[in-house]
């Protein structure tokens, strides 16, 4: 492997182990083991929202014990291993508009693999997710459409967050969409929801 774990690149197999005649038979329960070293990680793991193999405490299910080719001592590319389980995916994309992240696999570039205080695993607010790369400041009206207020009226033919307040998820999907600019519909409705003057 080009990057391999810390206790094989030292020739501790002992670490997991143990000093038993089998050595393939580990200490303990798993999630137990690798938190006894990776101890930073007990917190961050302490979140509202767990992935489920972390919350299943199988972190093999995602990392390879021994060592990788990926970082983090992943099993597979980062987009390989998410639609390992997240499958189907690749056969809704047929003609349809995809988010760029999202076509290139860089999942963990919104999604948390292993706890977050955010719905859909989300790293931040789906807000803090998708502004730094759709800059507010100097892009198109669209870009400058508010996303923190309010609809103007009582119809919500869009989604709120739990303060009745507009996301860039109210509107858009983050993956993948049959309408263009990742619209949610491609029925001028969504805008009429909020704008009925128009």
């Known amino acids: 492997w080009i990057r391999p774990h810390r206790p094989v690149a030292e020739g501790d197999c002992r670490v ?5 005649e089998i050595p393939v038979v580990v200490q303990q329960d798993r999630t137990q083991q690798c938190r006894g070293c990776h101890r930073d990680k007990i917190e961050e ?13 199988e972190c093999l299910a995602c990392h390879n014990p021994h060592g990788s080719a990926w970082g983090s001592g992943l099993r597979m590319s980062v987009e390989e291993l998410c639609t390992t389980c997240h499958e189907g995916i690749d056969a809704q994309l047929a003609g349809m508009v995809v988010h760029a992240p999202f076509a290139g696999g860089a999942c963990t570039q919104c999604h948390d693999p292993h706890a977050t205080n955010y719905a859909w695993g989300l790293s931040r607010r789906s807000n803090s997710v998708c502004l730094p790369c759709h800059s507010m400041e100097g892009g198109s009206d669209w870009h400058r459409h508010p996303v923190t207020g309010k ?9 709120v967050n739990e303060r009745g307040e507009l996301e860039c998820t109210s509107c858009h999907d983050p993956h993948y969409s049959s309408a263009q600019f990742l619209l949610h519909t491609d029925n001028p409705q969504i805008c009429r929801g909020c704008h009925e003057d128009k």
């Open 16 to 20: 997991c182990h143990g000093d038993g």
């Open 151 to 159: 609809p103007r009226t009582g119809r919500q033919i869009v989604e």
């Open 45 to 57: 793991f302490n979140k509202e929202y767990q992935h489920g193999p972390v919350g299943a405490g």
